[in-house]
């Protein structure tokens, strides 16, 4: 299986939310897995944020961005090119879609070009919603994270 690890997935996973240890066995079993640039992004500003806001500990941050690093490391990364931003601009069928949430969607569209098996890999209801009527395949079966989550932006 192919995936696209969008980024309330990835940090679910690294903050041991409800789910991560699903979402972990679906990354580590993919054939490949794929992301956006946006979705490292937002994954170390979030990390960064919680150690900011006290949430974690620096010694847990630095853990954190270092597990990313080193999962990424092995990941196809997606940049953002003026293809991908041009379509996040569009309309998508379930709206309204936050900035970031296009993008993220966009480039799984853009992926699926090469990839046409590609998986979304997501626990953020809007990005799910929409890429299940874009004709992605969207796991795992979970919903957002709770209000009081390192992970809610």
Same mark, same amino acid.
């Given at each position: 299986?192919? #995936?696209?690890?969008? &980024? &309330?997935?990835? %940090? @679910? ?5 409800? $789910? $991560?240890?699903? /979402? ?8 490949? *897995?794929?992301?956006? @640039?946006?979705?490292? *992004?937002?994954?170390? !500003? +979030?990390?960064?944020?919680?150690? %900011? =806001?006290?949430? /974690?500990? =620096?010694?847990?941050?630095?853990? +954190?961005?270092?597990? %990313? ?10 940049? /953002?090119?003026? !293809? *991908?931003?041009? @379509? ?5 069928? +379930?709206?309204?879609? @936050? ?9 799984? #569209?853009?992926? !699926? ?24 395949? *969207?796991?795992?079966? /979970? $919903? ?10």
């Amino acid at each position: 299986m192919n #995936l696209y690890a969008e &980024s &309330s997935a990835i %940090l @679910r996973w690294l903050f041991n939310e409800e $789910g $991560g240890d699903e /979402i972990l066995t679906l990354l580590r079993d993919a054939e490949r *897995v794929l992301c956006s @640039r946006l979705s490292l *992004v937002e994954c170390r !500003r +979030v990390v960064r944020r919680a150690s %900011l =806001e006290r949430r /974690i500990s =620096e010694a847990e941050q630095q853990e +954190v961005l270092s597990v %990313l690093a080193q999962a990424a490391a092995r990941w196809a990364v997606l940049e /953002i090119s003026p !293809r *991908v931003a041009e @379509r996040a601009e569009a309309a998508f069928p +379930v709206e309204p879609v @936050r900035t970031l949430d296009a993008i993220h969607l966009s480039s799984a #569209l853009a992926l !699926r070009e090469a990839v046409a098996d590609l998986v979304v890999l997501s626990s953020d209801d809007r990005v799910r919603d929409n890429a299940g009527q874009l004709g992605f395949a *969207v796991l795992p079966a /979970i $919903g957002e994270p709770p209000a009081n989550s390192p992970t809610k932006n």
